[in-house]
């Protein structure tokens, strides 16, 4: 082991290099031991988001459109006696829709 201090990683804020200089090894253990644990809880989150995430992509049905939520659902309105379906979905308070196509009558 050498007797040179070593030295930090060009990654890591100056504040926690200087917060972890003026630690005693007791405490740097523990520090250690918590980052490794919060970087494999960081790393286990990244992966189930990104596989939520892979899954509301296959879920998508092939003509939704780009700029409406997978969660949309198909709606009918009626307007002047002719019928449409819309996707409707919810942001926040306020219910959102976007046209998709007239209903067609044979259905």
Known sequence: MSYEPPTPPVNVPTEI???LN???PEQLRGVATYAEVLAEHKEREARLEESADQEEIEKRPNDLPDDVP???TITIKEINDNR???WQWREGERVKSKYKSPVNPDE
């Open 70 to 72: 997978a969660k949309a």
């Open 22 to 24: 003026e630690s005693d």
């Open 17 to 19: 290099v200087n917060t």
């Open 84 to 86: 449409y379906y819309y």
